[in-house]
């Protein structure tokens, strides 16, 4: 059983960054793979950023590459997901999620644990 807490979110001007965590408590496993989704209002849940957890490859929503930055620290159970030259339409509730499977998966109906999401606003 994990229980998942992100932080981090607010509200910020376009171009603007935000730096968002996730705080895992709780037993994690070396084959663990923790994924960022993001949802707006009347939207389906995306995809937006994955990491093993016991290593470093990282996964990117087409949307994101180069602009945001996916990372971990076991010591910590804690993964970040730094966000630079954010846009208006990054504006959602960022969750953070863990399936007990190594490897990308972008289907959040393959995440077992979810966190209860922070907000992120980007203005124009």
């Known amino acids: 059983q994990i229980q998942l807490v992100e932080s981090g979110g607010g509200l910020v001007q376009a171009g603007g960054s935000l730096r968002l965590s996730c705080a895992a408590s709780?037993?994690?496993?070396?084959?663990?793979?923790m994924g960022w989704f993001r949802q707006a209002p009347g939207k389906e849940r995306e995809f937006v950023a994955g990491?093993?957890?016991?290593?470093?490859?990282?996964y990117y929503a087409d949307s994101v590459k180069g602009r945001f930055t996916i990372s971990g620290d076991n010591a910590k159970n804690t993964v970040y997901l730094q966000m630079n030259s954010l846009k208006p339409e990054d504006t959602a509730v960022y969750y953070c999620?863990?399936?007990?499977?190594?490897?990308?998966?972008?289907?959040?109906?393959?995440?077992?644990?979810w966190g209860q999401g922070t907000q992120v606003t980007v203005s124009s």
């Open positions: 990491i093993n957890w016991s290593g470093g490859s990282t």
């Open positions: 999620a863990v399936r007990r499977l190594l490897g990308f998966n972008r289907d959040a109906r393959s995440y077992e644990y």
């Open positions: 709780g037993r994690t496993f070396s084959n663990d793979f």
